[in-house]
């Protein structure tokens, strides 16, 4: 009877020393994942401020090299720089423009057909030396004049002329590309010829870009010209 009781005690010790060793196993394995649920959300944290500082630095460095700064730290805003601020100005009562610093203008013609002559310095020295009248051609480069009425530019045996808005000024005109097909006077075949026409207050403003090797500084007079 005693060895039956003490062998029930022996068994109740084991199972109580077992039970305590799976609580303290469970324990362990609690404790394990607590630890690596910390060291996960701490790698998470630092990643996610690296990620965050790397993005404002790169914000940072776009605003800097977009947007200049003045040794006092204040922003300054870039000041639009003029490209014809070293040219001239021709100006009358119904227009005003801007031409480069080496080219000039002259009158050519007669009352009242004249033209105002826009081109370098060179070709208006040579044009000033011709003695008596001439007609129109490639050698006086580019030439307004101004009317009561349009010009009348069309297609025909000597030209083909296509068409298309423009805007100058402010104002909305008509840009004539014309074609020679047939030498006529001042002009020979397979020369080109643009001319820009634009109405203001009843007047017809007739530009005619003659020599095309000066397209480039064509198309930059047209852009500042003002109408009064």
Known sequence: ????????????????ISKSSQHMNYYKYGFFLMIFALVSLVTF????????????????????????????????VSPTTDPYSNWKTYSNEIFSFRYPPTWDTHIVG???SHALMVA??????????????????????FTIDYR???PDIKTNEYQTVTTESIVVGGVTG???????IQDSPGVEKGDKVITIIV?????????????????????QIISTFKFK
């Open 110 to 112: 007669q009352l009242p």
């Open 45 to 76: 944290v630092f990643f996610q401020q690296k990620n965050d500082q790397n993005n404002a630095q790169n914000k940072e460095e776009a605003i800097v090299t977009t947007v200049p700064f003045s040794n006092d730290g204040q922003t300054r």
């Open 120 to 141: 370098p310095q060179e070709k208006i020295d040579d044009v000033k030396k011709i003695q008596g009248g001439f007609g129109g051609g490639k050698f006086l480069t």
């Open 1 to 16: 009877m005693e060895e039956n009781n003490i062998l029930n005690q022996i068994q109740n010790q084991n199972t109580v």
């Open 174 to 180: 008509t840009k004539y590309n014309v074609d020679i």
């Open 199 to 219: 109405k203001v207050n009843n007047v017809y403003i007739n530009a005619d870009l003659l020599d095309m090797n000066y397209l480039n500084e064509f198309n």
């Open 148 to 150: 009561d009425a349009p």
